[in-house]
């Protein structure tokens, strides 16, 4: 069964810090894509970031330079730092695993920034 579980989440202030985890299991993690997305409350889902096997990554404009994506292949964890946050960063995020075609899910943590 695929298991995708993130932590992390929290509330903080703006300029502040937080390091997002996506405890993953059940499929080839370290042969797969790996994405995050959020959610902010009232919007549909959005693209943040992918990294894939190799370890390669792109990001959405708006996070570039603030977020940083990696992954441990070894632990089948994956990670997001967020750096410098901005009250529009407060969503839910969620990671996604591309697999065999579909996409999987997690259950999200929510990420709040607020002065």
């Known amino acids: 069964e695929v298991q995708l579980v993130e932590s992390g989440g929290g509330l903080v202030q703006p300029g502040e810090s937080l390091r997002l985890s996506c405890a993953a299991s059940?499929?080839?993690?370290?042969?797969?894509?790996m994405s995050w997305v959020r959610q902010a409350p009232g919007k549909g889902i959005e693209w943040v970031s992918t990294?894939?096997?190799?370890?390669?990554?792109s990001y959405l404009d708006d996070v570039e330079g603030r977020f940083t994506i990696s992954r441990d292949n070894a632990e089948n964890m994956l990670y997001l730092q967020l750096n410098s946050l901005k009250i529009e960063d407060t969503a839910m995020y969620y990671c996604?695993?591309?697999?065999?075609?579909?996409?999987?899910r997690g259950q999200g943590t929510q990420v709040t920034v607020s002065s």
């Open positions: 996604r695993a591309h697999i065999g075609g579909g996409v999987v």
């Open positions: 059940g499929f080839s993690f370290s042969t797969s894509t």
């Open positions: 990294i894939y096997s190799r370890g390669d990554a």
